[in-house]
């Protein structure tokens, strides 16, 4: 029986961050560890709709600070307070939220429901070397064993799933966004992409262009923003050669006909240039650099979610 003095079920849920980054929650947790009992709380079930997607976490410190979103931020406090329920009882356990859940007075928006897995870390070394994946540009998954209440790393599933009665959750890096120019343009892209989140490298004529390939990885979005069709040449290759998931180019229809001219000479398979965006962005023709740059970085982001969902 859990004594109502713990300090734990004392502790009252508060927002610390209003951080997603999968990242970000994994180290909160790390490092709340140091000073006491922590939960990982993660979407294991969608009934109906959802504001997130299945593996998204909420993480709990023993003192009810809290981050992550499950939801569009209905239901994260009340987790957080179940999650307190289970650290000071020292179990993990599967809570209901919506609908089908015992919970009357809490109501998701979207008329849905939600379950979330609530595992009380005994230690962190799967996170730490889940971390350390993310950090070299990997792939990676974490098990989530009900049965043991321990968590594991394997390698990362096409998608959050249930497996074999464990549910794995995936990782992938973070987005990364490498732009090649020394234009108006590429300022605008690289300073609303910092904001939004995304990991930028900035790749100028004459600096370092000749080693781009190497900083291209299945999780890049290459963004070439040159007004001369010369100066791209040396990034454009690398990039089509690579596995870069996004592939854009500055320049009108006629220009992308001439660089496709180009390419073709260059001995360059149709199906490769047709990875290129051109002319790059989601929507038409801008007059402006920060026009632009909202539609290059939706691309990218439309593009996030068709090639990993």
């Known amino acids: 029986m859990v004594q109502m003095c713990s300090p734990i079920l004392q502790a009252t849920p508060v927002r610390t961050s209003v951080a997603d980054d999968p990242a970000d929650l994994l180290r909160f947790a790390i490092n709340a560890h140091q000073a006491g009992p922590v939960a990982l709380a993660t979407l294991v079930e969608i009934r109906g709709g959802a504001a997130r997607a299945l593996g998204s976490h909420v993480v709990v410190a023993a003192d009810g600070r809290f981050c992550g979103y ?94 074999e ?18 234009t108006a343009e590429a300022e605008a892209v690289a300073r609303l992409a910092e904001a939004a989140g995304y990991g930028v490298t900035r790749w100028r004529t004459g600096d370092g262009i000749k080693n781009a390939v190497q900083d291209i990885d299945p999780y890049s979005a290459v963004v070439l923003l040159h007004h001369d069709l010369d100066a791209e040449t040396v990034v454009l290759a690398a990039a089509l050669r690579s596995s870069a998931f996004y592939i854009g180019a500055l320049g009108s229809t006629r220009t992308h006909r001439q660089r496709v001219q180009r390419l073709t000479v260059q001995a360059f398979k149709t199906e490769d240039i047709n990875r290129i965006k051109a002319p790059i962005g989601m929507f038409g023709p801008t007059r402006d650099t920060t026009s632009l740059a909202l539609s290059v970085l939706a691309d990218i982001a439309a593009s996030t979610l068709i090639a990993f969902g």
């Open 165 to 182: 009665g464990d549910f794995i959750t995936a990782y992938r890096p973070m987005t990364r966004v490498l732009i090649s120019g020394r």
């Open 70 to 163: 499950v939801s569009g931020g209905c239901v994260e406090a009340a987790v957080a307070a179940e999650a307190l329920l289970a650290m000071a009882v020292g179990r993990d356990r599967v809570v209901k939220f919506g609908g089908g859940s015992p919970f009357f007075d809490i109501v998701l928006p979207c008329g849905g429901g939600v379950s979330m897995a609530i595992h009380v870390l005994r230690e962190v070394g799967a996170l730490r070397q889940a971390l350390d994946r993310l950090a070299q540009r990997q792939a990676v998954g974490l098990r989530y064993s009900p049965q043991q209440e321990t968590l594991e790393v394997v390698e990362m599933p096409v998608r959050s799933s249930w497996i």
